[in-house]
């Protein structure tokens, strides 16, 4: 009876630690958005995909911007393996000037914390005409 009880606990023990190592992994297609020379007042929105290469639903908690000037959103729903998403992110263009930016992403992946990158140059391009 003693061996009985024995194997059934290592069962379950091995089944609950092969469960556990099941993770979520975030593949981006880039890591970097580059808007380039960008017109000041133009449409900032932009989008970060990723696949989800691990063998567990991928939650996506929290993404932050380093600033106000640019506004991420998230998904809402899980992401399933080998399915993909979208990190929408809009950068604020009535600012002229460079845009050097983090947005980072908070999940539940095997890399919890990941930071994404925002550059480019906001031009206001009747001053560019004035100059003319």
Known sequence: MKKLIAIAIFLVAGVTAAQAQKTAKMEF??????YGEIKKGSDGVRVFEFTNTGDAPLVIEDVKSSCGCTVPK???????????????????TKRVGPIRKT????????????ALKIKGTVIDSNSAEDDS
């Open 29 to 34: 297609k880039s890591e970097t958005i580059d």
């Open 74 to 92: 998230k998904p809402e729903e899980p992401i399933l393996p080998g399915k993909t998403g979208q990190i929408e992110v809009k950068y604020d």
């Open 103 to 114: 947005v980072t992403v908070y999940s539940n992946a095997e890399q919890s914390i990941k």
